[in-house]
């Protein structure tokens, strides 16, 4: 007999907040399958507040409360049994986090998690991660956000290393990030690929995805580095209004895209990477594995 159990995830982030329902299918004798339900994307980009003035303003703030009240709403109709919400780097880095942590629960009934990196890591590794790998080859993992990027190194199918670095879209769109902060994943990813041979990337976050939508590949199939830096350059080249009129891209993925190839396309070079692959996975992935196991 099959059962369905439902859960939530919310992904607060630095550009953008994301709802994902997820169904869990059980059957006996089976490996439960995560089948993906409804997933809402709100472009609230609290990056640009807290890493130009240290808080959240009080009209995010009350954009985040609203989305709240809709995300829980969403929730009820589809009859989601557990969630959880994460924020990551914007809130946390935030003078007024906590603040605005409460006023979500007071009006919305949403509690919010505030994860620091490790966590942030930790919980997107929970994900099929392993589904994507071959135990005889090793990995380099890179989740690119809008204020933090996760790395993590994988050998036969094992997390051995792994890492959180304040660079992000929105920090490189506001010029915050310094050749100290570039110093700093260069030399960690480097330091920790050197042991291994051939490594291969994965990658995740919205702008990945894109990029790999764009290409028209098959999901099995990875980006070579070659075509990932080609990407790069021909999106540098035009300006914000033509990557949306020519390329259809959505206003609040015009801009950060740039900046996120230009994270790829560094990591595959200090990693010796030729290829990434871009399954689709990511923190509310992570959510809803670590809810339905209890970790």
């Not at 135990?135 to 989740?143: A, Q």
Request: aromatic share 8%; hydrophobic share 40%; glycine share 6%.
């Amino acid at each position: 007999m099959i059962e369905i159990k439902k859960f939530g995830a919310i992904d607060i982030g630095s550009n953008a907040m994301r709802l994902l329902i997820c169904n869990v299918v059980e059957q006996p004798g089976k490996e439960p399958v995560f089948n993906k339900s409804s997933l809402i994307r709100v472009p609230i980009r609290l990056g640009q507040d807290v890493f130009t003035s240290g808080t959240i303003s009080e009209q995010n703030k009350g954009r985040m409360i609203d989305a709240m009240r809709a995300f829980h709403l969403l929730m009820k109709v589809h009859q989601v049994q557990k969630y959880r919400a994460c924020a990551t780097s914007a809130m946390r880095e935030a003078a007024n986090g906590v603040e605005v942590q409460q006023a979500i629960a007071s009006q919305s009934e949403i509690v919010i998690d505030i994860i620091d990196g490790k966590e942030e890591a930790s919980i997107i590794a929970s994900t099929d991660l392993n589904d994507f790998m071959e135990l005889d080859k090793n990995y380099i993992y890179v989740d690119v956000g809008g204020g933090s990027t996760e790395v993590s190194i994988f050998s036969k199918g094992t997390m051995v290393a792994s890492n959180s670095f304040k660079i992000g879209t929105v920090r490189l769109l506001n010029e915050m990030v310094d050749e100290e902060i570039w110093d700093s994943i260069r030399l960690w990813i480097k330091e920790h690929v050197k042991p291994y041979k051939d490594v291969v990337m994965i990658g995740s976050g919205g702008n990945i995805n894109k990029i790999f939508k764009l290409s028209n590949k098959p999901q099995s199939k990875p980006l070579s580095y070659t075509y990932l830096n080609q990407q790069f350059l021909e999106l540098s080249a035009l300006s914000y209004e033509e990557r949306i009129s020519e390329l259809a891209l959505n206003s609040d993925r015009a801009d950060v895209i740039v900046p996120a190839l230009k994270i790829y396309t560094s990591a595959m070079k200090w990693s010796g990477a030729k290829n990434i692959f871009v399954p689709k996975i990511g923190l509310s992935d992570g959510i809803v594995k670590s809810l339905y196991y209890n970790n």
